[in-house]
């Protein structure tokens, strides 16, 4: 199944002083999803934000946010983020005892599933899982930081599980996130992911170049 590719800029690279109107800026850029890394120094080694932000930055958009959880336990939080306007929650099987209860979590609160693999693990994980999630996510660098260099093993994975999505048969997005630029975007759409995660490649320039860096990404 062939579909639009989506971007999703991740405000990791967004003005922190300034992230209500970053989050205005790329919706008006031409945005699909707004992706929020929330970290928490324990399961990464880094500390972003928290639901009260998610929730400040709700009214500046009404575009999807995207909220990719790297903090541990995860579940104890995800009725807040629910609560704070996540209208995608994507978690780390690490990150808590139970992914599938925690999946099954995220839905009973009205909000879609992802479930995200780290470089340094399988696509079968998903062999249990895939029945379950709206959104797999590849991760193509380790979590933690914005600004990494893309892993190239990852477009394997990519073109792995989008064949498992295929048998499947269900409506699932496909997610890649980590160094994705001008030259790691093509490899990505071409190896089958659908939703494109970019920090740096998304905000480098400011506000005047979010449009243009957004397109680009897309294809042109
Ligand atoms: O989840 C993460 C990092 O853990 C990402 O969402 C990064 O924030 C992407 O940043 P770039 O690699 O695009 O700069
Ligand atoms: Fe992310």
């Known amino acids: 199944m062939t579909r639009p590719v989506l971007i999703s ?15 205005r800026a790329i919706d008006e850029a031409g945005c699909d999803w707004v992706h929020i890394d929330v970290m928490d120094g324990h399961f990464v080694p880094n500390i972003t934000i928290g639901p009260a932000v998610v929730k400040a930055l709700r009214p500046h958009t009404k575009k999807p946010f995207d909220v990719h959880l790297m903090i541990s336990p995860v579940d104890l939080y995800l009725d807040a983020f629910a609560s704070a ?5 994507t978690v780390h099987p690490e990150a808590g005892p139970h992914i599938h209860r ?8 009205g909000v879609k599933a992802g479930v995200v693999l780290n470089p340094g693990t399988p696509a079968k994980m998903l062999d249990y899982l895939i029945d379950d999630v709206d959104l797999i996510l590849v991760m193509s660098v380790n979590p933690g930081f914005g600004g990494q260099s893309f892993i190239p093993s990852q477009l394997r994975k990519i073109e792995a599980i989008r064949k498992m999505i295929e048998k499947s048969g269900r409506d699932i997005r496909l997610q890649v996130d980590g160094g994705i630029d001008l030259i790691t975007a093509p490899q990505a759409i071409a190896a089958g992911a659908d939703v494109l995660v970019a920090g740096t490649a998304t905000f480098r320039g400011g506000p ?13």
């Open 208 to 220: 005047s170049a979010y449009a243009d860096n957004i397109r680009a990404l897309r294809g042109g």
């Open 9 to 23: 800029p991740s405000i990791l690279s967004a003005d922190f002083a300034r992230l209500g109107e970053e989050v």
């Open 102 to 109: 925690t999946v099954q979590h995220i839905r009973s609160l």
């Open 85 to 89: 306007g996540a209208d995608i929650i």
